[in-house]
């Protein structure tokens, strides 16, 4: 049997549990709860509530999560961040349970690289952070079902809050998919009026459609400017997903993770490669909107994107 098969399964179901999507009726899942001390008294929250959907999660199916974070402080929170550690307790596959328990504690547990989100709380409310992920059905033809304790580690503004440890179990079973059933859209019915009182039929005018506006050339700038701008890919995402600069400026992606990346923008520039613990550049020399998007292996649902503005400078058109 892969050694590496119990870390794998850690690392997939612990990234699945650290976001969400809406759900009306999910499970809650029953939680212990770790405060620590904090340096600023005035900064205060708590995670109100972890519901799951759903909530009789089969391996290899979508499993949501939905995290309800509560400012109980003075301060307006900014920014949270969610740090997760995944245990293994038991695998339904009796082969590889019994080789799970001649592991030691440290090598059944994982921890994952913090995830970032910038949701703006103010005091005395509630707002949630959320994100869909696929779990895994099998590996090396052994089922990943079985039951994990998810430990969930929430800072905000920087000061670390609380901690909630919670069961978790993958089922066996053939995945299902869970689509959205859509509104429908309500028919209007119209009662025919009486001949009688029906206004006369109105000329037609002829209305002329505005010419469309036409797209500015785009300028080149001679030379580059010399300006680098610093921008960061952390936790499978860029961590700014907008940057405006001018032409001939330049760029550096500087990547945070042990992860190969590959960014693709629009075929309007080549690919660039960033390599795990690298940095990858680029100077933009014509003015335009680059729409990139992330991508690595695995990836599961749609990749991170950023949005480069290259606006044109006068002061350095003659540079």
């Known amino acids: 049997m892969n050694k590496n098969l119990p870390v794998i399964v850690l690392i997939i179901l612990a990234v699945a549990l650290s976001g969400c999507t809406n759900s009306e009726s999910p499970k809650t899942i029953s939680v212990e709860v770790d405060r620590f001390d904090r340096a600023n008294q005035n900064l205060d929250a708590k995670i109100v509530e972890i519901k799951l959907e759903p909530d009789d999660i089969r391996a290899g199916e979508k499993v949501t999560a939905k995290l309800f974070i509560a400012n109980t402080g ?24 019994i080789y799970l328990k001649t592991m030691s504690d440290e090598k059944k547990t994982r921890t994952i690289n913090p995830i970032e989100f910038e949701t703006e709380i103010e005091p005395g409310t509630v707002k949630t952070v959320s994100a869909t992920f696929n779990t895994v059905k099998e590996m090396e033809g052994r089922s990943l079902a079985g039951t994990f304790e998810i430990t969930i580690t929430l800072t905000v503004n920087g000061q670390k809050i609380e901690a909630r440890i919670m069961p978790v179990t993958l ?51 001679a030379n580059p400017t010399g300006k680098v701008i610093q921008t960061r890919i952390k936790s499978d995402r860029f961590v700014e997903s907008k940057l405006q600069i001018d032409a001939g400026d330049e760029i550096v992606w500087a990547n945070y993770v042990e992860s190969d990346y590959t960014i693709e923008v629009d075929k309007k520039i080549p690919i660039i490669n960033v390599r795990f613990l690298g940095r990858a550049n680029y100077t933009f020399d014509t003015t335009g909107i680059y729409n990139f998007k992330l991508y690595f292996k695995p990836m599961r649902g749609e990749p991170s994107t950023q949005t480069v503005t290259v606006r044109y400078n006068a002061s350095n058109a003659n540079q």
């Open 74 to 97: 003075s301060e307006k929170i900014t920014k949270e961040t969610i740090d997760i550690k995944a245990k293994v307790k038991t695998l339904d596959d009796s082969l590889a349970n």
């Open 171 to 221: 089922k066996s079973g053939t995945p299902r998919e869970f689509t959205p059933v859509p509104t429908p859209i309500p028919t209007l019915t119209q009662t025919p009026m009486p001949t009688s009182t029906l206004a006369p039929t109105p000329e037609a005018i002829e209305i002329t459609a505005p010419a469309p506006t036409p797209e500015p050339t785009p300028f080149v700038a």
